[in-house]
């Protein structure tokens, strides 16, 4: 009795043993898989980054996955940005916090500025009123308190709305070929109320240190006033003024980077004839409604919701096709090609220092002073 | 009494000895069989048994192994042929499938219910979706030239071909794959059309194979209770021991997706507005649908030229853009 049932146990476990490995071996081994490349063991937790990693502490550490980001925390250290938001206190939680929650984290300095001071958010308080005539008075406010409390800290001050998305990484490239002790503001030229242009609000512009102090100083010598509550047009004249230049932010392929309305009007809308737009745009429209409308290092888009906040960021900083190679080589920005080269790195970045920036960026350095008409193309 | 529960304990302690022992044994015995013939075991024979419900996509480590040349071997390997339904009323679809993401296929057919003027594709004459798609995949299969892997969609589909290959880049396909969005109907596992199917040459030559079965892979469906086309193709390959598989990124998210960007972007928002765009889409996606022809014009856009200057990724293979794509 005791033999029989210790042979039916034996054989049980025999059967099991064998059942057991069998199933074990078909789920490593599946046959689908080629041979000669194991499935290999599954990475489920923190991406790779390629190349080196970054000294510098970033508060902000949003990536793209798997990116070799060397060259872009090069800029970050050599061209710093403080960002302000023009926001109120009715936008924080419509707008404003999906601004906070995306782009402005590349930013090397941020700012919220309202009416009202909020903590919590945080926002500056600049002690304004809040409403559409109120906007020169926060512009001015904003820069005042920019350059008082954070002058230090960054080389070029942004304004952007709080239904502006801006791409930073873009806009460094293009700042990184001026210095801010040039008298120098970008964003998106238009042609009207000035002689240089001035650059749309909504689409966001960026003024250089030298360019602050000067508007600033400008107040306190009444040299500029608060004129109107047209903010963009008021400081493009204040900007004149004071010999501020207004600079050229179109790719070498003369496209524009920041644009005054979402990707989808940029790329597929139909524009008529007797849109104000097309009078407005201080430089010739590369393609009006199509792919060439935008660069590929776009810097800028406005009227930009909440969720296209989200799905610009997911553009830019997630999707993408594996192994593809974007068709636009920008050439390496001043900053990065000039003397004190960044080395090694750039050769492991797979980035051949490219031709210098182009005619038109070199002669803008020694340009006359902005009161000298430029000839319109 | 103590000792008839001694003596069974004894009897169990020997017959659980006996257990182990012959667990052990059975263990060693499989083992030692499967290295000395090389052992692997076969699927086509059954059908009832799969485990593998998930394909993930190839870790970076897989592919940084590879030497130079086998990596070369790779890119130029997998080629993808791209079979897009169409329809005379989804003009704009088809333009602007033509004009973004369909150039990026080794080769694109456009299969047409009706014949019209603006739409330059293989005329099926065939209104029912079910025999579009059997015709269109036979056509395929007849004219798959050196092609091996096949993806079919409608033209409201938007589909990015290079994380296509990537998640294909490591399979073989000899084997039969069906890949894609799965759902479940009761037993049935089937693959969702509206984000797209993923077929093997050998998956395709199986169900061109069975569409000859009029038994079990009816032309028109059964009269009675009609399958939608997804569930009629799920279970005309289950016929051949051909099973949906769920394709992932290496972290388990989902790379096809049935609704488009924005809606998925909104949900996410909905659901957890800390970590919008973490937990929204993978990075890798390969399909999502329901997007307007403006909003696949924006993703294209999105994907082959708005990037942040100065992230460089050093993917292991190139997949060199299409001659002719200027839309990218």
């Keep these: 009795m005791k033999g029989l049932s210790s042979r039916y146990a034996f054989c049980m476990g025999f059967v099991l043993g064998t059942c057991t490995l069998y199933v074990l071996l078909q789920q490593l081994f599946d046959p689908r898989i080629s041979p000669q490349l194991p499935r290999g063991v599954e990475n489920p937790d923190t991406p790779v980054v390629v190349g080196r990693e970054n000294p510098s502490t970033r508060p902000h550490g949003h990536r793209a996955k798997e990116a070799d980001r060397y060259i872009a925390d090069e800029l970050y250290k050599k061209v710093r940005i403080l960002c302000w938001v023009m926001t109120g206190p009715n936008n924080l939680q419509k707008k404003a916090r999906h601004v906070k929650a995306t782009w402005t984290r590349h930013c090397n300095v941020v700012v919220f500025m309202s009416s009202v001071t909020d903590p919590d958010f945080p926002t500056i308080g600049l002690g304004t009123k809040e409403g559409r005539d109120q906007l020169y008075w926060k512009t001015i406010k904003a820069f005042h308190y920019a350059l008082e409390k954070h002058g230090d800290e960054a080389d070029w001050f942004l304004k952007a709305d709080d239904d502006t998305y801006v791409v930073l990484d873009n806009l460094r490239w293009i700042l990184a070929n001026y210095t801010p002790e040039e008298p120098i503001y970008f964003g998106k030229r238009f042609k009207p109320y000035t002689k240089q242009g001035y650059m749309s609000g909504g689409a966001g512009y960026v003024l250089s240190k030298e360019a602050l102090k000067r508007f600033v100083e400008a107040f306190r010598t009444k040299t500029c006033t608060h004129t109107t509550p047209v903010e963009d047009m008021a400081l493009g004249q204040c900007m004149e003024k004071v010999g501020v230049r207004a600079g050229d932010s179109r790719d070498t392929l003369l496209r524009e980077t920041f644009h005054p309305f979402v990707p989808e009007t940029h790329l597929t809308g139909k524009f008529s004839k007797s849109f104000w737009y097309w009078a407005y745009c201080y430089y010739p429209i590369v393609e009006a409604s199509g792919p060439q409308c935008c660069s590929d290092l776009a810097v800028s888009f406005h009227y930009v919701n909440a969720n296209l906040m989200y799905l610009l960021e997911y553009y830019t900083y997630h999707l993408r096709a594996f192994g593809y190679k974007y068709r636009y080589e920008p050439p390496l920005p001043k900053a990065l090609s000039g003397p004190e080269k960044v080395g090694e790195g750039l050769e492991e970045a797979g980035v051949e220092p490219g031709p210098k920036a182009m005619g038109r960026m070199s002669a803008e350095q020694g340009a006359e002073p902005p009161n000298v008409p430029e000839t319109r193309r | ?328």
């Excluded at chain 2, 972290?251 to 924005?262: A, E, P």
């Design chain 2, 1 to 328: 009494m103590y000792e008839s529960c001694c003596h069974t304990g004894l009897n169990m302690l020997a017959e659980g000895s006996s257990f182990f022992k012959g667990l052990l044994l059975g263990s060693i015995f499989c083992l030692v069989v499967s290295l000395l013939g090389n052992f692997t075991p076969s699927w086509q024979s059954s059908p009832g048994i799969h485990l593998h419900h998930h394909i993930k996509a190839p870790s970076k480590e897989d592919l940084q192994g590879l030497p130079e040349t086998q990596k070369l071997e790779l890119s130029l390997r997998v080629r993808v042929y791209c079979a897009i339904m169409v329809q005379p009323k989804d003009l704009a679809y088809y333009l602007t499938a033509k004009d973004t993401w369909s150039k990026h296929c080794d080769r694109a057919e456009f299969y047409t219910s009706e014949s019209s003027k603006a739409i330059e594709a293989v005329n099926l004459q065939e209104q029912d979706e079910w025999a579009r798609i059997r015709k269109a995949l036979t056509h395929a299969y007849n004219n798959a030239g050196d092609l091996r892997w096949f993806f079919v969609a409608r033209a409201t589909t938007f589909a990015i071909i290079e994380n296509l290959k990537y998640l294909v880049l490591d399979k073989d396909p000899r084997q039969p794959f069906y890949i894609g969005r799965t759902a479940k109907s009761g037993e049935l596992e089937y693959v969702e059309f509206t984000s797209g199917i993923i077929l093997s040459y050998e998956a395709l030559r199986r169900l061109t194979e069975v569409f000859d079965d009029t038994e079990k892979c009816p032309e028109r469906g059964r009269a009675l209770w009609k399958l939608s086309e997804e569930k009629q193709l799920a279970e005309c390959l289950k016929y051949r021991g051909v099973f949906a598989e769920n394709g992932e990124d290496t972290q388990g998210k989902g790379l096809f997706n049935s609704k488009s960007v924005n809606s998925l972007i909104a949900d996410s928002l909905d659901q957890d507005p800390a970590d919008v765009v973490e937990n929204c889409c993978s990075d890798m996606a390969i399909t999502f649908s329901g997007m307007t022809p403006n909003q696949m014009q924006v993703m294209m856009f999105g994907i082959y030229r708005l990037h942040p200057y100065g992230h460089t990724f050093h993917d292991s293979l190139v997949f060199l853009p299409p001659v002719g794509s200027e839309n990218d």
